[in-house]
């Protein structure tokens, strides 16, 4: 197994009180990895990036230390002029193997107008372990659509950072979907930049996490043009004695005027003995904005409850019908048919 | 009469801004020493073991670091600060027995005939030492015991405060708190026997005088089971060039069946570093309310906690801040659901302009054996330009399957949409912007005895004179 070293990341941007053990996460990961050998489908109108230094300045949402954990990983490129809308998504597939440290970078840099998707699927065998952590850096140019996913589905033994930070130019919009089935430890991190005017963003995050497994998230978007908008949504189901902790940081700059952003979070807890930690912070130093967070932990509402076992569901039942539905609810909103119903299938055989 | 100008003005604190001269008053030196500390100890006479805990505490506090999470307090220099002054009088149980110019700052902040009019006790503390206690002889009766809490370590209730005294509230939390264990000095002692409901009020006030001085009262209140209790915390300072501290505790007991609402206007100078601890455990069924306003303070970190240990114990906090030019109020609460069929439910609301900086920092704990508990928090903040800061940092740590937890935060400014409705009915848009801040101030207002809304509505002063320009 890789010789491992002690890493902080997913510092809060503001830190709260240090006995709730949320501000930040420290862990054991893979010192040192190697390039991994997915295979990468970049359909017509999609380029390589010939400079990929033209996205490295765009941050993400880890950290320092996850920065330069990855510092000399190989970095992926592609570009989209402008103007141009690719239909078929670049999809990146891993499958990573039993006890194998994967350190790799992706960059994208999208011109004005143009749209694009991109698909990254990171999977193993279910007794697999290993370490795995990516980065993707994504500039969004004037007017472009861009969609981000990336689904992890790994082995047990596994422990996967996956690091993304965009930066959003006037009216462009930057959607990332980020999915968490299952794996030792997920660590999942971005950072958007609303530098435009009109500049827009979603990030939607559904995960599974169960047994003794950790699920740590940390985002951040900045506004900094006027008439920006964030909408960040997480739907999670935790089990067992699980980890999690969700922060969110919206930061509204002074100038940012008639910016809104949303922070939502919905988690459904099946049993006691998990652990569960949100952190919704809202920045602001600017007047004309607005900015809500809300969030529900718990179980399900007892209307529901009592509708579905009035139909002859057991209760049982009902939170485990419930919690596939979450991660499908997220599933669903990947812009991509084919993809999309492969994760739902493989959701339902869980 | 014509209007020409609406603003919605900053703090009015021209009330509490006024200082009285020190004369023949005992100042220990500043900074904080060992000597300091067994000085203070041997003027309150401490037993020993308090004088060991003061000692303990400094240990502690020298040992310690800073937070690192706070609005900055590089402004405040422990070396500067005296941590103990006692005014040239004893505790008298007579306002006419006070000093003439002590009372006169006392009279000037009303305090007299409000314990004329509404109160069933007040205690004055004046810099270091309480300098009036007194409770009325029906309250008396009842078996409540209102005093300061130097007298009852000495009386006896002395192995009840050793029982109970920074058991709540640790040394080793945070420094503050192990400074106020090294150096506290005065507050209130207050203890309600079993079945006694307090119907009326009790009241301590603190005004801190002295230029570069500490306040460090301690508040300790036990209030037994099926008894009831309202207490009432205010406080204020003249305003000085050099920096001011205080770094009070509150500690509040409450037994099974038992209800405590504790409400403070707190109105410190912007020269004062408010760093102050309060804390509650609650006990079956029984409930705690707090009602917070927080106005002045140059920098504040305010967190009442709460600890609903009994089953089925409840907790609602409700809070209001006002930060101006020059302040970064960091204001909030906490609470830990223990117990099973636990409730809190809390609204805080937080105005900034001028530059003034409010974060509103709180934490709602589940713990894994509170079976159906309930929590609700919301957070709004309403700016008013945009040289100010409103920041929103909530917590939320569940582990415990069937409970609920809901928080929802919103921070923006006054609604034009609002203020559309309310024109298109015939009201002017000043009138219409004023109503709007006054309707978001009173749902922390109405939950103020009366006499402290007209105090917190004259702190949050809406003039309405004129167009708006």
């Known amino acids: 197994m890789a010789e491992v070293k002690s890493i902080t990341l997913n510092r809060m941007k503001r830190i709260t009180w240090r006995w709730l053990k949320m501000n930040e996460r420290t862990v054991d990961f893979a010192?040192?990895?190697?390039?991994?050998?997915?295979?990468?489908?970049?359909?017509?109108?999609?380029?390589?990036?010939?400079?990929?230094?033209?996205?490295?300045?765009?941050?993400?949402?880890?950290?320092?230390?996850?920065?330069?954990?990855?510092?000399?990983a190989p970095c992926t490129g592609f570009s989209v002029a402008d103007g141009v809308s690719v239909d078929e998504p670049i999809r990146i597939r891993y499958d990573l193997a039993d006890g194998t440290s994967t350190f790799d970078k992706y960059a994208l840099v999208v011109g004005d107008g143009a749209k694009v998707t991109l698909l990254m699927d990171v999977a193993s065998a279910d007794d697999a372990a290993g370490y795995a952590a990516f980065q993707t850096r994504i500039k969004v140019g004037k007017g472009a659509v861009v969609d981000l996913v990336q689904v992890h589905r790994c082995g047990n033994g596994f422990h996967i950072i996956d690091d993304f930070g965009a930066e959003v130019a006037e009216t462009g919009e930057f959607h990332a979907i980020q999915i968490a089935f299952t794996g030792k430890e997920n660590d999942l991190g971005g950072h958007v930049e609303l530098v435009g005017d009109k500049a827009s963003t979603s990030i939607h995050s559904g995960y599974l996490t169960a047994d003794d497994h950790a699920m740590d998230i940390n985002y951040y978007v900045n506004h900094i043009g006027c008439e920006c908008d964030t909408d960040i949504y997480t739907s999670g189901v935790l089990r067992d004695t699980c980890y999690k902790v969700f922060r969110t940081t919206i930061d509204f700059q002074p100038g940012a005027v008639k910016s809104s952003g949303e922070e939502n979070e919905n988690v459904l807890l099946m049993n006691n003995g998990v652990t569960n930690k949100t952190v919704p912070t809202i920045l602001c130093g600017e007047e004309d904005v607005s900015g809500e967070h809300g969030c529900t932990v718990g179980r399900l509402a007892d209307d529901l409850i009592f509708y579905l076992e009035s139909r002859g569901i057991p209760n049982e039942e009902i939170y485990e019908m419930m919690a596939k539905a979450r991660l499908e609810a997220t599933i669903r909103q990947i812009p991509d048919e084919t993809f999309c119903e492969e994760l739902v299938e493989f959701n339902n055989n869980l | 009469m014509a209007k020409e100008k609406t603003f919605v003005e900053d703090v009015q604190r021209d009330l509490y801004d006024f200082r009285d001269e020190e004369i023949d008053f005992y100042r220990v030196d500043t900074g904080l020493t060992r000597d300091i500390v067994l000085q203070i100890s041997e003027e309150k006479n401490d037993p020993e073991w308090m004088r060991d805990f003061r000692l303990k505490c400094l240990d502690i506090f020298t040992h310690s670091k800073m937070p690192p999470w706070g609005p900055s307090i590089d402004g405040l220099n422990l070396d500067n600060i005296v941590t103990y002054v006692k005014p040239k009088t004893g505790m008298a149980g007579k306002w006419e027995d006070v000093p003439e110019d002590i009372k006169n700052t006392f009279e000037r902040l009303g305090i007299p005939e409000a314990e004329r009019k509404s109160l069933a006790g007040v205690g004055a503390q004046y810099d270091s030492e309480l300098v009036y206690h007194n409770i009325r002889a029906e309250v008396a009766a009842q078996g409540v015991i209102y005093t300061d809490i130097e007298s009852a370590l000495h009386g006896p209730y002395g192995d009840m405060i050793k029982d109970h005294f920074m058991h709540l509230v640790r040394p080793g939390e945070h420094p503050f708190a192990a400074l106020h264990g090294a150096v506290w000095s005065g507050g209130s002692f207050v203890y309600v026997p079993p079945g006694v409901d307090v119907e009326i009020p009790l009241q301590s006030y603190f005004r801190l005088n002295a230029p570069g001085a500490g306040q460090f009262e301690h508040t300790l209140i036990i209030v037994d089971d099926n008894a009831k209790l309202h207490f009432i915390e205010g406080c204020s300072a003249p305003k000085y060039s050099?920096?001011?501290?205080?770094?009070?505790?509150?500690?509040?007991?409450?037994?099974?069946?038992?209800?405590?609402?504790?409400?403070?206007?707190?109105?410190?100078?912007?020269?004062?570093?408010?760093?102050?601890?309060?804390?509650?455990?609650?006990?079956?069924?029984?409930?705690?309310?707090?009602?917070?306003?927080?106005?002045?303070?140059?920098?504040?970190?305010?967190?009442?906690?709460?600890?609903?240990?009994?089953?089925?114990?409840?907790?609602?906090?409700?809070?209001?801040?006002?930060?101006?030019?020059?302040?970064?109020?960091?204001?909030?609460?906490?609470?830990?659901?223990?117990?099973?069929?636990?409730?809190?439910?809390?609204?805080?609301?937080?105005?900034?302009?001028?530059?003034?900086?409010?974060?509103?920092?709180?934490?709602?704990?589940?713990?894994?054996?509170?079976?159906?508990?309930?929590?609700?928090?919301?957070?709004?903040?309403?700016?008013?330009?945009?040289?100010?800061?409103?920041?929103?940092?909530?917590?939320?740590?569940?582990?415990?399957?069937?409970?609920?937890?809901?928080?929802?935060?919103?921070?923006?400014?006054?609604?034009?949409?609002?203020?559309?409705?309310?024109?298109?009915?015939?009201?002017s848009e000043e009138d219409a912007r004023a109503m709007i801040v006054s309707g978001f101030a009173e749902s922390v207002s109405k939950e103020l005895p009366l006499e402290y809304a007209v105090e917190m509505n004259n702190l949050i002063r809406l003039e309405m004179v004129g167009a708006i320009g």
Not at chain 1, 31 to 59: F, I, N
Not at chain 2, 397 to 416: T, Y
Request: proline share 3%.
């Open chain 1, 31 to 72: 010192a040192e990895g190697e390039a991994g050998t997915p295979s990468v489908l970049r359909p017509v109108g999609v380029d390589e990036l010939a400079d990929s230094a033209a996205a490295a300045a765009v941050a993400c949402g880890c950290g320092p230390q996850v920065d330069a954990l990855l510092e000399n």
């Open chain 2, 242 to 427: 050099v920096a001011n501290l205080h770094a009070g505790c509150v500690e509040i007991f409450v037994g099974n069946n038992a209800k405590m609402r504790y409400s403070t206007i707190e109105n410190w100078s912007k020269n004062m570093y408010n760093l102050n601890t309060k804390r509650v455990t609650v006990g079956e069924n029984s409930a705690m309310e707090w009602v917070s306003g927080s106005f002045g303070s140059h920098t504040s970190y305010l967190y009442p906690m709460t600890v609903l240990k009994g089953d089925h114990s409840k907790m609602d906090y409700t809070g209001i801040t006002f930060a101006g030019a020059g302040q970064e109020l960091d204001t909030g609460m906490k609470v830990n659901h223990i117990g099973k069929h636990t409730t809190s439910s809390v609204n805080t609301r937080s105005i900034c302009k001028d530059g003034g900086i409010s974060n509103t920092r709180t934490s709602v704990v589940i713990a894994p054996n509170a079976d159906e508990s309930k929590s609700i928090v919301g957070c709004t903040s309403l700016m008013l330009d945009s040289i100010s800061r409103s920041d929103t940092i909530p917590a939320i740590d569940v582990r415990n399957q069937n409970s609920d937890v809901g928080h929802e935060a919103k921070i923006g400014k006054i609604s034009d949409e609002a203020v559309f409705y309310l024109m298109s009915r015939g009201i």
